[in-house]
């Protein structure tokens, strides 16, 4: 286990800067969710924008804490016109398992290949696993803010500011 968690540390450090930037065009994508549906980024462009927070490993203790937030607190983002996922690399039957025992009631979606979070810059990979990054995409598919500060307790606190922040519309 020391091994391995010296292996994830050092593949963390030696990671470059992440390739996406503010503005750019966000990789599409094509993911299983949590509760069987399929998600492409396409579906949403020109209608909301999208939240992605992507997290290294299902049933950890931040993991664990930052879903709790987002399902406990997830009414606060649901009052921006936007929808919102939690990915990682983890295999989909996993992330069912994982929402299911947190009592999620948003997607969490499966990149068992980690090419998406390669896409998007967060793959480590040494041990294919997604960084703890949240990724903002407008209504016209463009990053609006790539968050690497997560704290896990306040994820969906957090979020919600950021979304008011970055001028997302609110409901109703």
């Known amino acids: 286990m020391k091994r391995l968690f010296g292996l994830l ?3 963390i450090l030696s990671l470059p800067a ?17 509760n069987g549906k399929t998600y492409s980024l396409a579906d949403f462009k020109g209608k909301q924008a999208v939240v992605i927070a992507w997290f290294p490993k299902a049933f950890t203790r931040g993991c664990t804490i930052e879903c709790k937030s987002l399902a406990e607190n997830g009414h606060l983002i649901r009052q921006y016109d936007t929808t919102y996922f939690m990915a990682s690399t983890d295999k989909v039957e996993t992330n069912t398992k994982f929402a299911e025992k947190q009592e999620a009631d948003f997607p969490l979606l499966s990149d068992p290949d980690g090419a998406v979070a390669k896409a998007y810059g967060v793959l480590v990979p040494a041990v294919k696993v997604a960084r703890r990054v949240t990724i903002y995409i ?3 598919g463009n990053i609006l803010k790539i968050d690497e500060d997560i704290k896990p307790a306040t994820s969906a606190e957090d979020i919600a500011r950021t979304l008011g922040e970055l001028g997302v519309e609110r409901k109703g």
């Open 138 to 140: 407008g209504m016209d």
């Open 18 to 34: 992440l390739a996406l930037e503010v503005g750019d065009p966000a990789p599409d994508f094509s993911l299983q969710g949590s």
């Open 9 to 11: 540390l050092a593949s």
